[in-house]
């Protein structure tokens, strides 16, 4: 082989090895031979083939790597052809006015204010077994919750037996409902005197953030019991961007930008969203004079691993999609709404290149970091503004028409942005049969003009038979009584 005559192919193996799967695509444009080397272990093709797919290995499962190999081909040939191993309708056990949630794998239903039931939707190829088990008789009122299956954590928003405001969050087990062994704190107290009953919780890793209302937003190392951040202001929404940094919107006259904070380094004082300290603001396009009420909000599916111990892999947490949605009243005095797809690694790319050691704030422009770093998006006119669970990963998933057809079938959107795997389709056809999607203009009354943006992904419409008569208001959803589980 040109340039290592003295090593042992086995010898070679093992360090290529070493390299996670950029080091590997990088080696495989060395030449022909290194390609074919790569292509012919199983080991290395299986970290290429991880990365296209979104997925990385669990190190739990007792398969063998050819066994996952060929699992994980099959997992992705099934997404890329929308091939749904398992159709089923679950009825909605949550009462109007109660909660539900969708995370690694399980679906968590608020059957009354102290009963939670769980159902961990099954994979046949993953080799995840359906299981449902119910908390009932819960010692805390719930208000609102979030579930980490793979921590088996499940944190309470209590509310006061009176219903007059929220208490506290109490950090649970998930598969018991008591207190959680790892939590120092097992209750973590709100500390400011605005609360609001409107949560927005969400878990990443260490780390618990809850919003209230869209004024207030906290961010506790639930592991600690440390309050680690305190804003306030308003329209606030929140995405967690990484182990360190959280990303929130921050409002002008003529402008709004999404602000990355380290929230490791934040103060706990409750402060106002104009005077926190931020490492880097992304400018969006340029808002039209004559817009008002702008306003943002954010869906994302951060990589939460399903608990079980025989899946071989789980989705990716290396990166996952922010889906941005921009409102506002218009100058012709209609509602505007705009969508960016922005994959989390776009905004880690930009804030990875920045001096370290440094108080300076910095500010990328839209023209430097959007137009090929996202997508601007046209609504489905099946979009939903109630709660829903549909991104996952790097995947978004939409109804493109709410009511079903002339024949009772429903019509579904799903797009991917890895862009790994947008890439691969680019360069080598469409190894998974879908559209590559490279370029889009958006006319928008909410800007000054034109967004054009060009980050290429993969997409795919499915058409599925109605199982019910009743319409459908959302992907993870149908209208008030029924959720509808589809599973590889």
């Given at each position: 082989?040109?340039?290592?005559?003295?090593?042992?192919?086995?010898?070679?193996?093992?360090?290529l090895?070493?390299l996670?799967?950029?080091?590997?695509?990088?080696?495989?444009?060395?030449?022909?031979?290194?390609?074919?080397?790569?292509?012919?272990?199983?080991?290395?093709?299986?970290?290429?083939?991880?990365a296209?797919?979104?997925?990385?290995?669990?190190?739990?499962?007792?398969?063998n790597?050819?066994?996952?190999?060929?699992?994980?081909?099959?997992?992705?040939?099934?997404?890329?052809?929308?091939?749904?191993?398992?159709?089923?309708?679950?009825?909605?056990?949550?009462?109007?006015?109660?909660?539900?949630?969708?995370?690694?794998?399980?679906?968590?239903?608020?059957r009354?204010e102290?009963t939670?039931?769980?159902?961990?939707?099954?994979?046949?190829?993953?080799?995840?077994?359906?299981?449902?088990?119910?908390?009932?008789?819960?010692?805390?009122?719930?208000?609102?919750?979030?579930?980490?299956?793979?921590?088996?954590?499940?944190?309470?928003?209590?509310?006061?037996?009176?219903?007059?405001?929220?208490?506290?969050?109490?950090?649970?087990?998930?598969?018991?409902?008591?207190?959680?062994?790892?939590?120092?704190?097992?209750?973590?107290?709100?500390?400011?005197?605005?609360?609001?009953?409107?949560?927005?919780?969400?878990?990443?890793?260490?780390?618990?953030?809850?919003?209230?209302?869209?004024?207030?937003?906290?961010?506790?190392?639930?592991?600690?019991?440390?309050?680690?951040?305190?804003?306030?202001?308003?329209?606030?929404?929140?995405?967690?961007?990484?182990?360190?940094?959280?990303?929130?919107?921050r409002?002008?006259?003529?402008?709004?930008?999404?602000?990355?904070i380290?929230?490791?380094?934040?103060?706990?004082?409750?402060?106002?969203?104009?005077?926190?300290?931020?490492?880097?603001?992304f400018?969006?396009?340029?808002?039209?004079?004559?817009?008002?009420?702008?306003?943002?909000?954010m869906?994302?599916?951060?990589?939460?691993?399903?608990?079980?111990?025989?899946?071989?892999?789980?989705?990716?947490?290396?990166?996952?999609?922010l889906?941005?949605?921009?409102?506002?009243?218009?100058?012709?005095?209609?509602?505007?709404l705009?969508?960016?797809?922005?994959?989390?690694?776009?905004?880690?790319?930009?804030?990875?290149?920045l001096?370290s050691?440094?108080d300076?704030?910095?500010?990328?422009?839209?023209d430097?970091?959007?137009?090929?770093?996202?997508?601007?998006?046209?609504?489905?006119?099946?979009?939903?503004?109630?709660?829903?669970r549909?991104?996952?990963?790097?995947?978004f998933?939409?109804?493109?028409?709410?009511?079903?057809d002339?024949?009772?079938?429903?019509?579904?959107?799903?797009?991917?942005?890895n862009?790994?795997?947008?890439?691969?389709?680019?360069?080598?056809?469409?190894?998974?049969?879908t559209?590559?999607?490279?370029?889009?203009?958006?006319?928008?009354?909410?800007?000054?003009?034109?967004?054009t943006?060009?980050?290429?992904?993969?997409?795919?419409?499915?058409?599925?038979?109605?199982?019910?008569?009743e319409?459908?208001?959302?992907?993870?959803?149908?209208?008030?009584?029924?959720?509808?589980?589809?599973?590889?």
């Amino acid at each position: 082989m040109p340039g290592v005559p003295t090593l042992p192919i086995e010898l070679i193996i093992q360090i290529l090895n070493i390299l996670d799967y950029k080091g590997l695509l990088k080696c495989r444009q060395i030449c022909k031979q290194w390609d074919l080397l790569i292509q012919g272990d199983t080991s290395l093709i299986y970290k290429v083939h991880l990365a296209v797919n979104g997925m990385e290995d669990s190190n739990s499962s007792s398969m063998n790597v050819v066994e996952r190999l060929r699992t994980l081909k099959e997992h992705g040939d099934d997404w890329g052809k929308l091939r749904f191993t398992q159709d089923e309708i679950v009825d909605m056990n949550t009462p109007a006015n109660c909660v539900w949630e969708l995370q690694g794998g399980v679906l968590t239903q608020a059957r009354d204010e102290r009963t939670l039931v769980f159902t961990q939707i099954p994979s046949q190829l993953r080799h995840i077994q359906k299981r449902t088990w119910t908390l009932d008789n819960l010692d805390v009122v719930v208000a609102d919750y979030c579930i980490d299956p793979s921590q088996d954590l499940l944190v309470i928003a209590g509310e006061r037996a009176d219903g007059s405001a929220p208490a506290n969050i109490h950090l649970r087990t998930l598969s018991s409902g008591d207190t959680h062994p790892r939590a120092s704190n097992v209750i973590l107290a709100y500390g400011h005197d605005y609360i609001g009953h409107s949560h927005n919780i969400r878990i990443s890793g260490d780390h618990v953030a809850i919003c209230w209302s869209g004024k207030l937003l906290s961010i506790w190392n639930w592991k600690s019991g440390v309050l680690q951040m305190a804003l306030k202001g308003h329209h606030l929404t929140f995405a967690f961007l990484s182990d360190d940094h959280v990303l929130i919107p921050r409002y002008h006259e003529t402008r709004v930008d999404l602000i990355a904070i380290n929230f490791r380094l934040a103060s706990s004082t409750l402060t106002a969203v104009d005077d926190i300290e931020y490492d880097c603001a992304f400018g969006l396009p340029p808002v039209n004079p004559h817009s008002q009420d702008i306003n943002v909000s954010m869906r994302y599916g951060p990589a939460v691993p399903n608990a079980s111990r025989l899946a071989p892999f789980h989705i990716s947490q290396e990166d996952f999609l922010l889906v941005v949605y921009l409102t506002g009243v218009t100058s012709r005095w209609r509602v505007g709404l705009d969508r960016f797809m922005i994959p989390a690694s776009t905004l880690l790319r930009h804030l990875e290149a920045l001096p370290s050691h440094t108080d300076d704030r910095f500010r990328i422009d839209w023209d430097e970091w959007g137009p090929t770093g996202c997508q601007v998006s046209p609504l489905c006119p099946g979009y939903s503004n109630i709660w829903i669970r549909n991104v996952y990963g790097t995947r978004f998933v939409e109804l493109e028409d709410k009511n079903t057809d002339e024949s009772g079938c429903i019509r579904l959107f799903f797009a991917d942005f890895n862009q790994v795997a947008a890439r691969k389709g680019t360069v080598e056809g469409q190894p998974l049969q879908t559209a590559v999607h490279i370029t889009e203009a958006v006319s928008s009354d909410l800007f000054q003009g034109p967004v054009t943006t060009s980050l290429p992904f993969r997409s795919r419409t499915c058409t599925l038979s109605s199982k019910t008569e009743e319409r459908y208001e959302g992907v993870m959803r149908n209208f008030r009584t029924q959720f509808r589980i589809l599973s590889i």
